[in-house]
């Protein structure tokens, strides 16, 4: 999230107002979430955002027991001011790395991978050069951020310009490794108090997947995730799959003008940009499915699940702390919620299932917006909204 001013001019005032609770098919309830739909319409409205998508699952609605109650609002194409599809696909971003680290601690209680082994063990040789070294990595570090190990995102460009000119640039995991590797570790793995966003870390948890398994990550995370919990808007798309299937609203990046940052449709890009750590496409409501289902115990053991959620501090927001994939954040309603967030270009998203002082779990909820932030208040007024949903009756 950066410090630079909120969206002004044109491309703020092309955003309509089409907005409103959309019912799930055959699970509507007449209840309306009010105070959610407050909240996305002052995100397009005031915030400048095009469009933004909610989906809030849980079965203690007031008035009704829908399971899944969908809101949106803004435009889901500012070229034809289509509104924001109901149900539709976005680019989920990191989120994709509970899912990552889902598959990892699975093949952990299988056996196949040590959580404090070493990834020399798994990749030998290959983490080497400018301080980085494998043989002191562990696999916890590379789950929890922890590793020190350099982010390699900083080389793909770090201004809209730059992310707009190299849109469709093909990356293997290979190259975006060796990125990283041309500098220095941010620390060393496991220094004490020390705690890095890396993606490249996630970049080896997938070759990891390879190597032990002997298939692709993405076979994996299908067939481990996707298709037992029947994840049916759920994909990876290859790596010259620029456009998203079905149904969804165009994601935009706010370039700088004279005039007040304008929008330029980013919705076709290059997945390999993302890699391991963001390539998931995936509705709102799929991805709540898979929070709730991991987090309700169906796709790890109750050990392991505590494992995932044993978090250490981080500088991501207020309160916000890191587990194994898995990032916890207190709730003013009592308890945390459990989740993750994702931005990449075109798409801005943050999830989270409510889990109570007791380990009751509650609502799950997913928030889609498409564009990034550009203001670090607009990245907490997306955590507040977040907040609203699983908090407001």
């Known amino acids: 999230m950066t410090k630079s001013g909120r969206m002004i001019g044109l491309a703020a005032m092309l955003v309509v107002a089409v907005g409103g609770i959309v019912p799930a098919p055959a699970q509507a309830g007449a209840a309306t979430d009010s105070a959610l739909q407050a909240e996305l319409d002052e995100l397009t409205h005031e915030e400048g955002f095009p469009g933004a998508l909610a989906t809030v699952t849980g079965a203690s609605w007031p008035g009704g027991a829908a399971r899944h109650r969908t809101v949106r609002s803004g435009v889901g194409d500012l070229s034809t001011g289509r509104p924001v599809p109901y149900d539709g696909r ?47 990595m562990r696999i916890r570090h590379l789950l929890q951020h922890t590793s020190g190990v350099p982010d390699f995102t900083g080389d793909l460009g770090s201004t809209p310009e730059e992310l707009l000119a190299g849109r469709f640039r093909q990356f293997s995991g290979k190259e975006l490794l060796d990125m990283a590797l041309a ?44 298709k037992p919990l029947r994840l049916d808007t759920m994909y990876l798309p290859g790596a010259r799959e620029y456009d998203l299937r079905g149904p969804h609203p165009r994601g935009y990046l706010a370039m700088p003008d004279p005039g007040g940052p304008r929008l330029v449709d980013i919705t076709e890009f ?32 109750p050990g392991m699940l505590a494992e995932m959620k044993r978090p250490v501090p981080t500088q991501l927001w207020p309160g916000a702390e890191y587990g194994l994939g898995l990032i916890r954040t207190p709730l003013s309603c009592g308890g945390y919620f459990y989740g993750h967030s994702g931005d990449v270009p075109g798409y801005t998203t ?37 907040e609203t949903a699983l908090c407001s009756n």
């Open 350 to 386: 943050m999830s989270g299932l409510a889990v109570d002082a007791g380990g009751r779990t509650g609502r799950s909820a997913t928030v889609a917006l498409t564009r990034s932030p550009i203001t670090r208040d607009q990245g907490l007024h997306l955590l507040k909204t977040v």
């Open 270 to 301: 290059s997945p390999s940009l993302l890699g391991v750590s963001g390539v998931l496409v995936s509705t709102p409501r799929d991805y709540n499915r898979f929070l709730t289902a991991l987090l309700e115990g169906d796709l790890l053991s």
């Open 183 to 226: 500098h220095p570790p941010t620390f060393q793995p496991g220094e004490p108090g020390r705690w890095a966003y890396s993606n490249t870390g996630y970049e080896l948890l997938g070759m990891v997947i390879e190597k032990v398994t002997g298939h692709s990550w993405q076979h994996e995370v299908a067939e481990r995730v996707i």
């Open 90 to 136: 976005v680019r989920i971003g990191s989120n994709n790395k509970t899912v990552v680290a889902t598959v990892v601690l699975q093949l952990v209680e299988q056996g196949a991978i040590g959580l404090d082994a070493p990834v020399e063990r798994y990749l030998p040789g290959l983490v080497r050069g400018n301080g980085n070294d494998g043989r002191k």
